[in-house]
Nanobody, 124 residues
Framework: QVQLVESGGGLVQAGGSLRLSCAAS????????MGWFRQPPGREREFVAA????????NYADSVKGRFTISRDNAKNTVYLQMNSLKPEDTAVYYC?????????????????WGQGTQVTVSS
């Protein structure tokens, strides 16, 4: 079992930055690839970024490439999402999730555990 708790969301103006954190319980955090997803208002959940167990490889949605950075600290059981140059269309509830697979993927179906989400609102 892995429990995930996101934090760091809030209200920011367009062009600003936020850093989301996701703290995981348990001793097996390094056994999971981690991902960030988001669900904009009235839309389905979508992939944002993922990182391998060791942090050696990452993957991003085209819409956030060059602006967002995913990272992890296995000693702290935490995964981060640094979000820069935020746009109003980045407004969503952001979720972190854990995937027991070795290779990272963008399908929500791969991810077994999910946090409760944190709201990010970007004003224009």
């Amino acid at each position: 079992q892995v429990q995930l708790v996101e934090s760091g969301g809030g209200l920011v103006q367009a062009g600003g930055s936020l850093r989301l954190s996701c703290a995981a319980s348990g001793r097996t955090f390094s056994s999971y690839a981690m991902g960030w997803f988001r669900q904009p208002p009235g839309r389905e959940r979508e992939f944002v970024a993922a990182i391998m167990r060791s942090g050696g490889s990452t993957n991003y949605a085209d819409s956030v490439k060059g602006r967002f950075t995913i990272s992890r600290d296995n000693a702290k059981n935490t995964v981060y999402l640094q979000m820069n140059s935020l746009k109003p269309e980045d407004t969503a509830v952001y979720y972190c999730a854990a995937d027991p697979s070795y290779y990272i993927g963008s399908s929500p179906n791969r991810y077994n555990y999910w946090g409760q989400g944190t709201q990010v609102t970007v004003s224009s």
